[in-house]
């Protein structure tokens, strides 16, 4: 069945809410009390997707990694577990296994430039489970678009600051297959001690005053995993994709990515499936004319059966906007907030 398209919502679906974090606690904390229904919704659907049996080992494998690689947020991620008192809350931490589409395009509607972005991973409720958290930083405060219980970030907005995103990276050993590049991903995470990905966007949202101070840290601070990192600042052309391997950075000529290297020369692997070049071009092609606040440029290629959220943000005006959908098209009413609000 082919998503219904964004456009259509109407007040019939639920709200994505915005939850206010109060200063020095944990927002993935926050999140979890206060939306257990939308928590308990991922925890079901990841145990209906990894059977009960996959979660529980796909949990402790986690649990374990986490232990031996204490970074700025392993308390954050325990103390997750310690109120969700189910299995789930590690894997779900430290899950790598979405696809996405970003680009950045300068906006002379509302100045500076606009971040565009959709997630996509075939697992249900992400949509449903979205939330907003306003979190309060050393930096200055953000948004970020996430789930409940969720420790990192994958997509934000730091108004006066910069935007930003994490794609899912090619695949590791071109030419042996999807199977035997997870395998060996997972097998590099498991050795390494290095920062997660969703955890080095958080350390910039919490300690970058400035778009190129982001970038900066973005850049060279080592990964367990590769990645691909967007980020887009309040001045017209501060935009930059930084393409991470775990201890090199690279960057393709415009800000542009989806789930293969575009970097001349860069790093090598296999896209994460066909799309993933039709998505970037499309993408691209939409840098040709001013962002589409109507979220009217979500369409095929870019809409995908599997897209779970989309979101535009832009850190000059301080807007964000913000829709999850499920495979059966929209699934949370349009969210639209600004600096002011």
Known sequence: MSPGRPHETTKALPLIPVIDVPPNTEPAVVSAKAEPARLSLLLTSARRTYTPLGLGVADRLSRGWATRSPGPYADAVASVDAFVERRGAYLLNHAYEWGCTSGVLNDPTVGGTTLLRTLDWPFDGLGRGLVVTRCRADAGPYLSVTWPGFVGVLSGLAPGRFSAAINQPPLPLPGWGRAIGWSAARARVWRSRAMAPSHLLRLAFDTCRTFDDAVM???????????????????????????????????????????????????????????????????????????DWSLGWLQDPILRHDTRLAMMANAAYGRLRVQGLEKTGPATQVLDIDAEA
Do not use: K, Q, Y
């Not at 393709?252 to 998505?279: E, F, K, L, Q, V």
């Open 217 to 291: 840290l973005i850049r060279r601070v080592p990964l367990c995993i590769p990645a691909i990192f967007i980020v887009a600042g309040c001045r017209t052309g501060d935009a930059v994709v930084v393409e991470r391997t775990a201890a090199d950075a690279f960057s393709p000529s415009d800000p542009m990515a989806a789930n293969h290297w575009a970097s001349s020369p860069g790093p090598r692997g296999r896209p994460r499936n066909n799309s993933s070049h039709p998505r970037r071009i499309a993408m691209r092609r939409l840098a040709e004319r001013a962002p």
